[in-house]
């Protein structure tokens, strides 16, 4: 009786996970599908499952378009944000993590509060001191705000792995001759080296899908992928193949970098999360 129920269970749980993929990867596949199709297909009231295969929208997004160019946009700006939200977040959480610090908690929780406050409340005001500044439609303004933006949620990933590193291994160092920078980094960092990938990744993702920001920021000179869909959506018609291939090529950089990168993502996420 016990084996039967505890056989229910399982089929029931496959039949879950089986049904959550299928709800959030149908749009993704369908979004393929219409990246393949011609205007006409793609246009249809009725989907069409079978079609004749079609590069075109490809290639006039390529070739014809400014999408590439929007695209390095988009790595550039989102590479050099992820690089420094993971360094200033590094040094933020990891002496709030190994030394009792006055105030500590509530430094911790001014920075939560930074990711919590949602970013339309704060871009008419953001817009208005880059405007002063000059910056508008520059790389600048853009790192910036994307450093700005990932910062609590690196700050916060890195203290938690910081924080489940034993005092004992860097005071091995210290013994041993290192000073507290050569610690730092040649035993600390190779230890949180998972959850360096995981915030890094993590960073990386929020910076390339970001779409607020770079839609009131940026100009014809560095606009991102995403703002760069607008493109296609013209006030005559929608292109739907060639929305659909732009949004494709967007997706498969992520893609390809979080199936290279899952090993150490899970293992950077489960960091601590058994104890010994």
């Given at each position: 009786?016990?084996?039967?129920?505890?056989?229910?269970?399982?089929?029931?749980?496959?039949?879950?996970?089986?049904?959550?993929?299928?709800?959030?990867?149908?749009?993704?596949?369908?979004?393929?599908?219409?990246?393949?199709k011609n205007q006409t297909d793609a246009?249809?009231?009725?989907?069409?499952?079978?079609?004749?295969?079609?590069?075109?929208?490809?290639?006039?997004?390529?070739?014809?378009?400014?999408?590439?160019?929007?695209?390095?946009?988009?790595?550039?700006?989102?590479?050099?944000?992820?690089?420094?939200?993971?360094?200033?977040?590094?040094?933020?959480?990891?002496?709030?993590?190994?030394?009792?610090?006055?105030?500590?908690?509530?430094?911790?929780?001014?920075?939560?509060?930074?990711?919590?406050?949602?970013?339309?409340?704060?871009?008419?005001?953001?817009?208005?001191?880059?405007?002063?500044?000059?910056?508008?439609?520059?790389?600048?303004?853009?790192?910036?705000?994307?450093?700005?933006?990932?910062?609590?949620?690196?700050?916060?990933?890195?203290?938690?792995?910081?924080?489940?590193?034993?005092?004992?291994?860097?005071?091995?160092?210290?013994?041993?001759?290192?000073?507290?920078?050569?610690?730092?980094?040649?035993?600390?960092?190779?230890?949180?080296?998972?959850?360096?990938?995981?915030?890094?990744?993590?960073?990386?993702?929020?910076?390339?899908?970001?779409?607020?920001?770079?839609?009131?920021?940026?100009?014809?000179?560095?606009?991102?992928?995403?703002?760069?869909?607008?493109?296609?959506?013209?006030?005559?018609?929608?292109?739907?193949?060639?929305?659909?291939?732009?949004?494709?090529?967007?997706?498969?950089?992520?893609?390809?970098?979080?199936?290279?990168?899952?090993?150490?993502?899970?293992?950077?996420?489960?960091?601590?999360?058994?104890?010994?």
């Open positions: 009786m016990n084996e039967s129920k505890h056989y229910s269970v399982v089929v029931l749980q496959y039949v879950v996970v089986l049904a959550a993929m299928i709800v959030f990867i149908f749009p993704i596949f369908w979004m393929i599908m219409t990246s393949l246009f249809t009231s009725v989907p069409k499952w079978t079609f004749a295969v079609t590069y075109e929208n490809y290639k006039i997004v390529l070739f014809e378009r400014s999408f590439m160019k929007y695209l390095g946009n988009s790595l550039y700006v989102s590479l050099f944000s992820t690089v420094l939200a993971v360094t200033l977040g590094s040094g933020i959480a990891y002496p709030f993590a190994r030394y009792k610090l006055a105030g500590a908690k509530n430094v911790l929780s001014w920075v939560l509060t930074l990711r919590i406050v949602p970013p339309i409340v704060s871009i008419l005001p953001i817009y208005l001191v880059f405007s002063k500044l000059n910056m508008l439609d520059t790389y600048t303004a853009l790192i910036l705000m994307y450093t700005f933006m990932n910062l609590p949620l690196t700050t916060w990933l890195l203290y938690g792995f910081f924080k489940d590193i034993p005092g004992e291994i860097e005071e091995s160092a210290l013994v041993d001759g290192c000073n507290r920078f050569t610690a730092f980094f040649r035993v600390i960092f190779p230890i949180v080296g998972p959850g360096l990938v995981s915030a890094a990744l993590l960073s990386f993702i929020f910076a390339w899908n970001e779409f607020l920001f770079a839609n009131i920021l940026s100009g014809p000179h560095v606009r991102t992928a995403p703002v760069g869909l607008n493109e296609y959506a013209t006030p005559v018609s929608v292109l739907w193949g060639q929305i659909a291939a732009a949004g494709t090529m967007i997706i498969v950089p992520i893609a390809v970098i979080t199936v290279a990168l899952q090993r150490k993502m899970v293992s950077g996420l489960t960091m601590g999360a058994v104890k010994g």
